[in-house]
Protein backbone atom coordinates (compact mmCIF):
# COMPACT_ATOMS: atom_id res chain seq x y z
CA UNK A 1 0.00 0.00 0.00
CA UNK A 2 0.74 3.57 0.35
CA UNK A 3 3.50 4.93 2.09
CA UNK A 4 4.84 8.00 3.59
CA UNK A 5 8.37 8.28 4.79
CA UNK A 6 9.41 11.08 6.72
CA UNK A 7 13.04 12.35 8.00
CA UNK A 8 15.02 12.66 9.64
CA UNK A 9 13.03 11.46 12.93
CA UNK A 10 14.55 14.05 15.15
CA UNK A 11 16.10 16.87 14.68
CA UNK A 12 18.21 19.01 17.66
CA UNK A 13 19.01 22.37 17.20
CA UNK A 14 20.23 25.52 18.49
CA UNK A 15 17.82 28.33 18.51
CA UNK A 16 18.16 30.47 15.37
CA UNK A 17 19.68 27.87 13.21
CA UNK A 18 17.45 26.50 10.35
CA UNK A 19 15.63 23.24 10.08
CA UNK A 20 14.31 21.22 7.16
CA UNK A 21 12.56 18.08 7.17
CA UNK A 22 12.02 15.89 4.02
CA UNK A 23 8.99 13.54 2.88
CA UNK A 24 8.71 10.91 0.43
CA UNK A 25 6.02 9.12 -1.07
CA UNK A 26 5.88 5.62 -2.67
CA UNK A 27 2.94 6.98 -5.17
CA UNK A 28 1.91 9.87 -6.66
CA UNK A 29 0.06 11.74 -4.23
CA UNK A 30 -2.82 14.41 -5.00
CA UNK A 31 -1.68 16.54 -2.63
CA UNK A 32 0.08 16.77 0.49
CA UNK A 33 -0.73 18.17 4.13
CA UNK A 34 1.62 19.81 7.01
CA UNK A 35 0.49 19.36 10.69
CA UNK A 36 2.06 20.59 13.59
CA UNK A 37 1.76 19.06 17.20
CA UNK A 38 2.98 20.60 20.67
CA UNK A 39 4.37 18.40 22.77
CA UNK A 40 1.43 17.01 24.70
CA UNK A 41 -0.97 18.39 21.71
CA UNK A 42 -2.82 17.02 19.25
CA UNK A 43 -2.05 17.89 15.81
CA UNK A 44 -2.90 20.64 14.08
CA UNK A 45 -2.88 22.14 10.37
CA UNK A 46 -0.28 24.31 9.02
CA UNK A 47 -0.51 23.87 4.82
CA UNK A 48 -1.74 22.33 1.97
CA UNK A 49 0.07 21.99 -1.51
CA UNK A 50 -1.45 20.82 -4.86
CA UNK A 51 0.63 21.75 -8.04
CA UNK A 52 3.60 20.40 -8.77
CA UNK A 53 6.57 22.35 -7.92
CA UNK A 54 4.42 24.47 -5.54
CA UNK A 55 6.06 26.80 -3.51
CA UNK A 56 4.25 28.13 -0.21
CA UNK A 57 5.19 30.41 2.74
CA UNK A 58 4.23 31.27 6.15
CA UNK A 59 6.92 34.05 8.08
CA UNK A 60 9.60 31.48 8.34
CA UNK A 61 8.35 28.10 7.00
CA UNK A 62 8.71 27.60 3.69
CA UNK A 63 6.21 24.59 2.03
CA UNK A 64 7.66 23.01 -1.36
CA UNK A 65 6.09 19.94 -3.64
CA UNK A 66 8.48 17.84 -5.33
CA UNK A 67 7.38 17.98 -9.28
CA UNK A 68 6.51 14.45 -9.70
CA UNK A 69 4.07 15.02 -6.88
CA UNK A 70 6.37 12.60 -4.79
CA UNK A 71 8.28 14.12 -2.21
CA UNK A 72 7.80 17.59 0.06
CA UNK A 73 9.90 19.36 2.42
CA UNK A 74 9.25 22.47 5.21
CA UNK A 75 12.18 24.24 5.78
CA UNK A 76 12.44 26.87 9.27
CA UNK A 77 14.47 29.89 8.83
CA UNK A 78 15.72 30.87 12.13
CA UNK A 79 14.19 29.03 14.50
CA UNK A 80 12.74 29.63 17.69
CA UNK A 81 11.86 27.71 20.85
CA UNK A 82 8.14 28.01 19.62
CA UNK A 83 9.12 25.65 16.57
CA UNK A 84 9.34 22.89 19.23
CA UNK A 85 7.24 19.81 18.22
CA UNK A 86 6.54 17.28 15.96
CA UNK A 87 5.89 18.16 12.15
CA UNK A 88 3.95 15.37 9.93
CA UNK A 89 3.59 15.20 6.33
CA UNK A 90 0.11 13.77 5.07
CA UNK A 91 -0.09 12.56 1.52
CA UNK A 92 -3.53 12.04 0.05
CA UNK A 93 -3.84 9.47 -2.68
CA UNK A 94 -6.37 9.41 -6.04
CA UNK A 95 -9.86 8.30 -5.36
CA UNK A 96 -12.96 9.44 -3.97
CA UNK A 97 -12.49 9.19 -0.11
CA UNK A 98 -8.75 9.94 -0.39
CA UNK A 99 -7.48 9.43 3.26
CA UNK A 100 -4.20 11.47 4.64
CA UNK A 101 -1.43 9.05 5.39
CA UNK A 102 0.81 10.36 7.66
CA UNK A 103 4.85 10.26 7.63
CA UNK A 104 6.36 9.60 11.37
CA UNK A 105 7.05 12.46 12.18
CA UNK A 106 9.82 14.89 12.63
CA UNK A 107 10.61 15.94 16.47
CA UNK A 108 11.94 19.32 16.65
CA UNK A 109 13.81 20.74 19.95
CA UNK A 110 15.30 23.86 20.06
CA UNK A 111 17.66 24.94 22.47
CA UNK A 112 17.84 28.67 23.79
CA UNK B 1 -17.91 26.49 18.74
CA UNK B 2 -16.01 23.57 20.70
CA UNK B 3 -14.40 21.61 17.67
CA UNK B 4 -13.65 18.43 18.06
CA UNK B 5 -14.59 16.84 21.71
CA UNK B 6 -12.92 13.53 23.04
CA UNK B 7 -14.01 11.25 26.23
CA UNK B 8 -12.62 10.49 28.45
CA UNK B 9 -9.00 12.31 28.65
CA UNK B 10 -7.40 9.25 30.07
CA UNK B 11 -8.35 5.57 30.77
CA UNK B 12 -6.68 2.67 32.34
CA UNK B 13 -8.28 -0.77 31.43
CA UNK B 14 -7.72 -4.38 32.52
CA UNK B 15 -7.14 -6.68 29.76
CA UNK B 16 -9.93 -8.23 28.29
CA UNK B 17 -12.30 -5.13 29.69
CA UNK B 18 -14.26 -3.37 27.00
CA UNK B 19 -14.88 0.37 26.84
CA UNK B 20 -16.45 3.05 24.16
CA UNK B 21 -14.30 6.26 22.86
CA UNK B 22 -16.76 9.22 22.06
CA UNK B 23 -15.40 12.05 19.72
CA UNK B 24 -18.38 14.80 18.87
CA UNK B 25 -17.91 17.59 16.69
CA UNK B 26 -20.17 20.76 16.33
CA UNK B 27 -18.52 21.93 12.45
CA UNK B 28 -21.31 19.61 10.54
CA UNK B 29 -17.98 17.66 8.97
CA UNK B 30 -19.38 14.84 6.70
CA UNK B 31 -15.99 12.85 7.48
CA UNK B 32 -14.41 11.56 10.78
CA UNK B 33 -11.47 9.31 11.70
CA UNK B 34 -9.96 7.24 14.58
CA UNK B 35 -6.44 7.07 14.05
CA UNK B 36 -3.89 5.80 17.28
CA UNK B 37 -0.34 7.41 17.94
CA UNK B 38 2.33 5.29 19.27
CA UNK B 39 5.83 6.50 19.72
CA UNK B 40 7.81 6.77 16.65
CA UNK B 41 5.01 5.26 14.66
CA UNK B 42 2.59 8.48 13.52
CA UNK B 43 -0.70 8.25 13.39
CA UNK B 44 -2.36 5.29 11.85
CA UNK B 45 -5.82 5.51 10.45
CA UNK B 46 -7.85 3.01 12.61
CA UNK B 47 -11.65 3.26 11.14
CA UNK B 48 -13.47 6.18 9.25
CA UNK B 49 -16.52 7.71 8.07
CA UNK B 50 -17.78 9.03 5.07
CA UNK B 51 -21.31 10.14 6.92
CA UNK B 52 -23.58 9.47 8.97
CA UNK B 53 -24.33 5.68 8.88
CA UNK B 54 -21.21 4.47 7.17
CA UNK B 55 -17.95 3.41 8.37
CA UNK B 56 -14.84 1.68 6.87
CA UNK B 57 -11.26 -0.08 7.79
CA UNK B 58 -8.45 2.01 7.80
CA UNK B 59 -4.70 0.87 8.42
CA UNK B 60 -5.20 -0.61 11.69
CA UNK B 61 -8.82 -2.00 12.20
CA UNK B 62 -8.36 -4.94 14.12
CA UNK B 63 -9.68 -5.45 18.01
CA UNK B 64 -12.19 -1.99 17.14
CA UNK B 65 -15.05 -1.61 16.00
CA UNK B 66 -17.25 1.87 15.47
CA UNK B 67 -20.45 3.27 14.30
CA UNK B 68 -21.32 6.44 13.52
CA UNK B 69 -25.44 7.14 14.11
CA UNK B 70 -25.36 10.12 14.38
CA UNK B 71 -23.41 12.68 12.00
CA UNK B 72 -21.80 14.51 14.77
CA UNK B 73 -20.73 11.66 16.99
CA UNK B 74 -18.63 8.83 15.86
CA UNK B 75 -17.46 6.27 18.47
CA UNK B 76 -14.71 3.89 19.13
CA UNK B 77 -15.03 0.76 20.75
CA UNK B 78 -12.67 -1.87 22.17
CA UNK B 79 -14.16 -5.20 22.76
CA UNK B 80 -12.05 -6.77 24.84
CA UNK B 81 -8.15 -4.44 25.62
CA UNK B 82 -5.37 -5.70 25.05
CA UNK B 83 -1.59 -4.17 26.08
CA UNK B 84 -0.85 -3.81 22.54
CA UNK B 85 -4.22 -0.94 22.41
CA UNK B 86 -1.91 1.12 24.68
CA UNK B 87 -2.06 4.48 22.95
CA UNK B 88 -2.74 8.01 22.52
CA UNK B 89 -6.17 7.74 20.01
CA UNK B 90 -7.01 10.97 18.38
CA UNK B 91 -10.34 11.57 16.38
CA UNK B 92 -10.38 14.10 13.84
CA UNK B 93 -13.10 15.10 11.06
CA UNK B 94 -13.16 16.87 8.00
CA UNK B 95 -15.70 18.52 5.57
CA UNK B 96 -14.84 17.39 1.74
CA UNK B 97 -16.67 19.52 0.12
CA UNK B 98 -13.84 22.71 -0.15
CA UNK B 99 -10.99 22.26 -2.31
CA UNK B 100 -8.37 22.27 1.33
CA UNK B 101 -10.16 20.12 3.27
CA UNK B 102 -7.67 19.77 6.14
CA UNK B 103 -8.86 17.52 9.41
CA UNK B 104 -9.78 18.74 12.63
CA UNK B 105 -8.45 16.86 15.99
CA UNK B 106 -9.39 16.33 18.99
CA UNK B 107 -6.84 16.64 22.12
CA UNK B 108 -7.10 13.01 22.17
CA UNK B 109 -7.37 10.29 24.47
CA UNK B 110 -4.19 8.29 26.60
CA UNK B 111 -5.47 4.86 27.12
CA UNK B 112 -3.38 2.30 29.44
CA UNK B 113 -4.40 -1.41 29.05
CA UNK B 114 -2.42 -3.59 31.93
Known amino acids: GQQVMQIPQYQHVQEGEDFTTYCNSSTTLSNIQWYKQRPGGHPVFLIQ?????EVKKQKRLTFQFGEAKKNSSLHITATQTTDVGTYFCAGRGWGSQGNLIFGKGTKLSVKP | NAGVTQTPKFRVLKTGQSMTLLCAQDMNHEYMYWYRQDPGMGLRLIHYSVGEGTTAKGEVPDGYNVSRLKKQNFLLGLESAAPSQTSVYFC?????????????FGPGTRLTVT
Open chain 1, 49 to 53: LVKSG
Open chain 2, 92 to 104: ASSYPGRLVYEQY
